[in-house]
């Protein structure tokens, strides 16, 4: 600030008298003045508590006091008190509204600091070129194409189009918004550049990936004669990150040694942000012990650098060195270490960073906001993890696709779904982890339509290159009963891997093909792929669902004995599974007394379904006893189970102790309900429904059909309906099972020979599978049921399990 000339005139002596240009700005009192002089060496020292305590007990302000007390607040990245403070100003210049603008354009409010300037504009204040430029270079990707518009007339309207500070932004802004053509334009027709308008159009173009003309761009810039500064080596070397071209990246490394630019802090940044994101993990460790000065930045790539490398106990070591330095708190890589604590499932990791993010402002940062969902979800802690996400100012894909995955995980799989297309509204772009957990999401709800949109949407983005993408659009497909779409999508997929492999066979398993199933499996080990044990536990699952016992133990020796890979506990399970239900219950005793681990819920669960099918009383009762001492209990089925057995055996007061148990211990008993999807509508029923609108339509068609089916043969039988009532009630409630509720529905409401895909959560029964069966040849359709066991497809009275099951 230069100091102008004040002429005073006392008695007849005129006195030249140097005065500084605040002291104007003041109306000419000394005491305002000296006061905004201490003030602001106060902001400057980030002073902000002393500033205040002075700003409070000054005796007279000014516009200018004020604008430095914003200032200080946003300095320390106090916005509710810097706006409170401006929002209390009887008098707002230019400085006022810009300060407060950037402080939310420096805080990643871009949306707040547009809404201020929108304000500014109504109040009558006109924005100089420092407004604009302070605005643009808060817009991000959030930004609107209409706002940087607007922000565009207005710049033209308010004469500052020859302003280079404000074009460079505008361009940086329409490159951030994926405007890229508007902004080569503006570039190409700005009648002066420097080197900082190179740097923002070389920079946008790098970051979507328009290599050849960034690099076209950078070599102009070159005979030009302008000279690389810090960020053109920065924007220039984030070509190398975004290739694989490292000796590219190795000569623009050259060149910064040969313009002595190597250890800029900022180049030295660029450069170790190069190194580590191409695995040069040890390379980026030696450049960054050897930088003369290092920033908080420089701990922040190396930091993220071994997290991404999966070197996670150095870039712990490197985050608790640190924390011994300096460096603003708020600017350590907080997100990258919720990361690391989500990967490792380190939820005591997870909220110490919780805590340190709260102390400084970087708790309320979109990252790190979005990290913590991140990481309380992976952690398993649902409701910190919604909390959080409820509070989110902005939600990138990363904490949509945590409480998407959230939801899927607890079984909402339509409240997932409704999370994904409210995701959507708000112009959210999921990645490949958002749609994995959406498709998981509608195979469980079994529908196909939502399935198939999800598909196109994939295919639109770009991702069905990826196995990943495709190995959960196969799994999608088998899971909805449609199994030519499977095979056409595994056909699809370029370079197969043992994921990809591993879904095809878990797909055939599921649907009960066991040749396929063993054919696909015998195909990926021609491929050059060995199986891991996902492979073997798909080829046991698929020996269970047909009764292929000596095939079984033939693959889990193979497993352990020639592939060298472990049982594991899923594998156990299905061996059990697979000789209970063939009833050798002695070997089943064995291996659950050889294997390495004690017998679990799902196990002794299988024993137990199994001695009803065998009436194995003794077996039955051991496996309830274990079964009953459990601390928890996923549901009463096990207390079913042995009532249904003491009830077939006619041991009715048994059978009612152990009810009698059931509600002391106060578990409770699964509701059945069997669902269908009509329309792109997911329809529910119950058993003996009465709560859909067309409930007597559905009954009269369900009535029809028994009337054909007894004509066809059909005898129900009633000892699925383990009740101590008469035979006629027992008929009653068999044929109004969910099931066939389901299917009832879609035979009034699909036209004449389209196949039906019905869900149920539990095992059909033995009446309703016969039942389905006939219906299948009635109605000349072929009718699907995924039940908690498998996949059940009839076809002409047939079934593919062989009524095996």
Known sequence: MFPQRFYCVFSEHIVDVPVDARIVKTGFDPDVSRFNFQLKDLVRANQIAKARQLFDEMPCRNTCSVNMMVSGYVKSRNLSLARELFDSMLSRNEVSWTTMIGGYSQNNQPEEAFNLYTKMCRSGVKPDH?????????????????????????????????????????????????????????????????????????????????????????????????????????????????????????????????????????VANALLDFYSKHDYIDFAKNLFDEMPELDGVSYNIIITGYAWNGQYEKSFDLFRRLQCTSFDRNNFPFATMLSVAATELNLAMGRQIHAQAVVTTAYSEVQVGNALVDMYAKCEKFEEANIIFANLVYRSSVPWTAIISINVQKGFHEEALKMFKEMNRENIHGDQATFASTLKASANLASVSLGKQLHSSVIRLGLMSSVFSGSVLVDMYAKCGSMKDAIEVFKEIPDRNIVCWNALISAYAQNGDAEATFSSFMDMIESGLYPDSVSFLSVLTACSHRGLVEKALWYFNSMTQVYNLDARREHYATMIDVLCRNGRFNEAENLIFEMPFEPDEIMWSSVLNSCRIHKNQDLAKKAADQLFKMDALRDAAAYVNMSN???????????????????????????????????????????????????????????????????????????????????????????????????????????????????????????????????????GREITVRDSSRFHHFRGGLCSCQDYW
């Open 130 to 266: 420092i407004t604009f430029a302070t605005l643009l270079s808060g817009f991000d990707d959030t930004t609107t194409l209409k706002q940087v518009l607007q922000i565009h007339a207005h710049i033209i309207r308010f004469g500052f189009s020859a302003s280079l500070i404000v074009f460079n932004s505008l361009v940086d802004s329409y490159c951030k918004n994926r405007c890229l053509d508007i902004a080569s334009q503006l570039f190409s027709e700005m009648p002066t550049k420097d080197s900082v308008s190179f740097n923002v159009m070389i920079t946008g173009y790098t970051k979507f990936g328009f290599r050849e003309e960034a690099l076209k761009l950078f070599m102009q810039m070159r005979n030009m004669g302008f000279q690389p500064s810090d960020f053109t080596f920065a924007a220039v070397l984030g070509l190398s990150v975004g290739s694989d071209d490292v000796i590219f990246g190795q000569q623009i490394h050259g060149l910064a040694i040969k313009t002595s630019y190597v250890w800029d802090i900022f």
């Open 645 to 779: 057995i003491y009830a077939e055996a006619g041991k009715w007061e048994n059978a009612a102790k152990v009810k009698k148990d059931m509600r002391e211990r106060g578990v409770k008993k699964v509701t059945a309900y069997s669902w269908v999807e009509i329309d792109h509508r997911v329809h529910v029923f119950t058993a003996n429904d009465r709560t859909h609108p067309q409930t007597e339509q559905i009954r009269r068609k369900i009535d029809s059909l028994v009337e054909l089916m007894d004509k066809e043969g059909y005898k129900p039988d009633t000892s699925c309906t383990l009740q101590n009532v008469d035979e006629e009630m027992k008929i009653e409630s068999l044929k109004y099972h969910s099931e066939r509720f389901a299917i009832a529905f879609a035979l009034i409401s699909t036209p004449e020979g389209s196949p039906i895909i019905v869900m149920k959560n539990l095992r059909t029964c033995v009446d309703c599978h016969a039942a389905i069966k006939v219906i299948s040849k009635l109605v």
